[in-house]
C-alpha cells in the first residue's frame, strides 16, 4: 500500500482525495511476454518456448519456497509438487531418517504438534525485547564502559521502534476512517458489491461522501468492488492492525507453539510437516509464478515447465528468524534442491554468522540462491536487507542473485515505485508489478513486489537448469546476469525529501531486466 496514503489529518478528506488510480487491466501473464511482439516488458518466456525449447528434452528441477506456506492442493500447484518418496506419508515416523518426520511435501520450521505460527514480531521489536531486560531503567552513566556500545544500540533501535509504532497506530486510525468511510457509503448505497453505476447514483450527504464517491467512481472504471476493497482497503488496514497487535509489540511472543529453543541457533530438528500453515497465500503466489502447471488449461502458466515444487516455510506474518532461514536453506539442500527461492527480507539479524554458515553449504552443493531485493523503495548501498551474500568477515556467495522489481512498460516507470535498489547490491530486475498467480482455494490473486520478481529469476534458474543439466549453479548466475534487455532511459526515484532522475543502469550490477529467449541462447553457448 502506498504510504502517501497516511499523510496529514483532514479528518479523512485530503487523504480520500489524494488516494490514486489502480488499474487491474493489465495482462495476466505479462511477466511472461516479449517486448517486441507483445509491447510489453515481460522476459519472453513464451517466445523462448516457441522458438528455442519445442521438441527439446528436459529433467525435472526441485526449487524450494522458502516462504509463508505453500498449497498442496491447489489446483495449479498439486501436479508440479516435490514429493519426498522415501518417506511414507501419514505414518508418524522419520522413514528416511533425515530428522523430520512425515515430511512429504516439505517441511515447517514454525510449528509443532500444537500448532504453527501465524503473525511474528519484526527482528527490531525481539531485539528491544532481548535488550530491554539489561537496559530499559539504565542510562549512559550507570552502563559499564564495556557494555555501553551494546546500550547505545540498545537506545537506537528502542528509539526506532517507538516510532514506528507510534506511526502504525496513526496509520491504523486513519486507515480505519478510510474503511469506515467507505462501509458507510456502502451500507447507504444498499448493496454488498456495488457497481460504479451505483455509486454514480449515489448522493451524497457531504464532503467526506462526495469523495468516496468520486474515487470508487474512477477505480471502479476498470475494477469490481471486490477486486478494488479487498487489495487496496483491506490489506492496508489489515497492514497496519497486524502491525500494532503483533509486529511492534514487544509484549507478543508467539514462539513458544514451536517448541525449540529460539536462542540456539545450531538446532536443526524441530517443526512440523503442515507446509501450507496457517496463512499460504504468499507462498502460493511465489510458487505460482515459478512453476504453475504449463499445459493443464487452468489458471496462468510458470515460467519453468519441469520443475518440483518444495513448500519449506520459514517466514511469518511478520519477521523470519536467522535460525529458521538458516535451517530452511539447509533442508532444502540436503533434499536435492538446485534453486532456492527467498521471498522475504529485513533491516535487522539477529545471527548473520548461522545464516553464512547455511548459504556457503548451499554454494558447495551447487545451489542457486534466488533472493528479493525488498519493497521499501531504498538504496541498498546505504541501507541493509538481510539476508545477504555478504559474509561476516568478507567474501560474497558466489551462487547469489539479488532481485528488484519492474513494471511492464519501456518508460521512466520502469522501476516499480516500491523496489529497492543498489549499484552493487541489487544483481538483475525482473517483473514484480500486478503478477498474476495462485493464491489458496484454487483461486488467482494479482499481487505486486520484489516477491514477486525474485520466482520469475528463479523459475529461469530452474528453466535453464532443467534444459541444461550440466551447467553449474555459477555458470547460470552468469547465464542470467550477462543477457539481461539493457535498460537505456532514466527512471524518477522518490525519496524522504524529493524526486530524483537516474540512469536506470544505476539501480543495478547488471542495469537490464531478465530475459528467458536470450539467457537460453546463451545457454547453449555455454553448454558447447
Not at 529453543?261 to 530438528?269: G, T
Not at 534466488?370 to 541501507?383: F, M, P, Q, R, S
Request: charged content about 25%; overall charge neutral; hydrophobic content about 35%.
Amino acid at each position: 500500500m502506498n504510504k502517501n496514503f497516511f499523510c496529514n489529518r483532514g479528518v479523512y478528506v485530503a487523504l480520500l482525495a489524494a488516494m490514486p488510480f489502480v488499474s487491474f487491466a493489465q495482462k495476466p501473464n505479462w511477466q511472461n511476454l516479449d517486448l517486441k511482439a507483445d509491447s510489453t516488458f515481460g522476459i519472453s518466456t513464451e517466445k523462448a518456448y516457441n522458438e528455442l525449447l519445442k521438441g527439446k528434452k528436459s529433467v525435472p528441477v526441485i526449487v524450494a519456497v522458502l516462504d509463508g506456506g505453500v498449497d498442496i492442493q491447489h489446483e495449479d500447484l498439486k501436479s508440479v509438487l516435490w514429493v519426498n518418496k522415501k518417506e511414507k506419508a501419514g505414518n508418524g515416523k522419520d522413514d528416511d531418517k533425515n530428522g523430520y518426520i512425515d515430511d512429504v511435501n516439505g517441511w515447517n520450521f514454525l510449528g509443532s504438534s500444537k500448532g504453527s505460527i501465524n503473525y511474528e514480531t519484526l527482528e527490531l521489536t525481539r531485539l528491544v525485547r532481548r535488550d530491554n531486560a539489561k537496559f530499559a531503567n539504565a542510562d549512559a552513566t550507570s552502563v559499564k564502559a564495556n557494555e555501553l556500545p551494546a546500550f547505545e544500540t540498545y537506545q537506537k533501535n528502542k528509539t526506532e521502534l517507538d516510532q514506528e509504532l507510534a506511526e502504525a497506530k496513526t496509520g491504523l486510525e486513519r486507515f480505519s476512517g478510510i474503511k469506515n468511510a467507505i462501509d458507510a457509503v456502502v451500507k447507504k448505497i444498499g448493496k454488498e458489491k456495488p457497481t460504479r453505476e451505483d455509486f454514480q447514483a449515489f448522493k451524497p450527504a457531504d464532503e467526506m461522501e462526495t469523495n468516496i464517491q468520486r474515487i470508487m467512481v474512477a477505480q471502479l472504471k476498470n475494477a469490481s468492488f471486490e477486486e478494488f476493497y479487498n487489495s487496496q482497503i483491506v490489506p492496508g488496514y489489515d497492514h497496519y492492525k497486524n502491525q500494532v497487535e503483533y509486529n511492534l509489540n514487544v509484549d507478543y511472543d508467539p514462539r513458544g507453539i514451536v517448541g525449540d529453543d529460539p536462542n540456539n541457533s545450531k538446532e536443526r530438528f524441530y517443526g512440523n510437516n503442515d507446509v501450507a500453515g496457517p496463512d499460504a497465500k504468499h507462498g502460493s503466489h511465489v510458487g505460482g509464478i515459478i512453476g504453475a502447471a504449463r499445459t493443464n488449461n487452468l489458471g496462468i502458466q510458470g515460467v519453468a515447465d519441469n520443475v518440483l515444487i518444495m513448500g519449506v516455510r520459514n517466514t511469518p506474518n511478520g519477521d523470519e528468524r536467522d535460525k529458521d532461514v538458516a535451517n530452511g536453506i539447509r533442508y532444502a539442500v540436503d533434499n536435492g534442491a538446485k534453486v532456492i527461492n527467498m521471498s522475504f527480507g529485513k533491516s535487522f539479524s539477529w545471527d548473520k554468522a548461522i545464516v553464512d554458515e547455511a548459504v556457503k553449504y548451499a554454494v558447495s552443493k551447487d545451489v542457486l540462491l534466488i533472493h528479493a531485493a525488498g519493497n521499501d523503495n531504498k538504496d541498498l548501498e546505504v541501507d541493509s536487507n538481510f539476508p545477504s551474500p555478504d559474509y561476516i568477515g568478507g567474501g560474497k556467495a558466489a551462487t547469489w542473485i539479488t532481485v528488484g522489481a519492474s513494471s511492464w512498460t519501456n518508460d521512466d516507470k520502469i522501476k516499480a515505485n516500491f523496489s529497492n535498489y543498489g549499484k552493487t547490491k541489487v544483481d538483475v530486475f525482473a517483473p514484480g508489478v500486478d503478477i498474476n498467480s495462485t493464491v489458496p482455494g484454487s483461486k488467482y490473486e494479482k499481487l505486486s513486489g520484489t516477491s514477486m520478481a525474485a520466482p520469475v529469476v528463479a523459475g529461469l534458474a530452474a528453466l535453464i537448469r532443467s534444459y541444461y543439466p550440466k551447467l553449474t549453479a555459477v555458470q547460470v548466475k552468469d547465464i542470467i546476469l550477462k543477457s539481461v534487455v539493457k535498460v537505456n532511459q532514466s527512471v524518477q526515484i522518490k525519496t524522504d525529501t524529493d524526486t530524483k532522475t537516474v540512469p536506470f543502469s544505476e539501480l543495478s550490477v547488471t542495469g537490464g531486466i531478465v530475459n528467458a529467449y536470450d539467457a537460453l541462447k546463451l545457454a547453449a553457448e555455454y553448454k558447447k
